[in-house]
């Protein structure tokens, strides 16, 4: 069983940065692949990004490649999403997950595991 908490939202202007964090509770961890999706008002949750479960390997939504980056700490159970040059479409829910298995996905069903959200405004 993995918990997730978020924290790390909030209101920026276009253009700045923020980081999100996610730590999980629970000894598995390090055996699931994780990854950050969004919900915007009146739209359908979609994926921005996930990580293997080594590190390794990542994969993000065309909508935020070169802006934002997904890492996670394996020793600290944190997984991250650090989101540089934040647009004002980018507002919405961010949500961490955890993954069944342990490669990336995209898929929101290979989820079994997620947090309860945390906010993120751009203003333009």
């Known amino acids: 069983q993995v918990q997730l908490v978020e924290s790390g939202g909030g209101l920026v202007q276009a253009g700045g940065s923020l980081r999100l964090s996610c730590a999980a509770s629970?000894?598995?961890?390090?055996?699931?692949?994780m990854g950050w999706f969004r919900q915007a008002p009146g739209k359908e949750r979609e994926f921005v990004a996930a990580i293997n479960w080594s590190g390794v390997s990542t994969n993000r939504a065309d909508s935020v490649k070169g802006r934002f980056t997904i890492s996670r700490d394996n020793a600290k159970n944190t997984v991250y999403l650090q989101m540089n040059s934040l647009k004002p479409e980018d507002t919405a829910v961010y949500y961490c997950?955890?993954?069944?298995?342990?490669?990336?996905?995209?898929?929101?069903?290979?989820?079994?595991?997620w947090g309860q959200g945390t906010q993120v405004t751009v203003s333009s």
């Open positions: 629970g000894r598995t961890f390090s055996r699931h692949a």
């Open positions: 997950a955890g993954a069944r298995g342990m490669v990336v996905t995209t898929t929101q069903s290979s989820y079994g595991y």
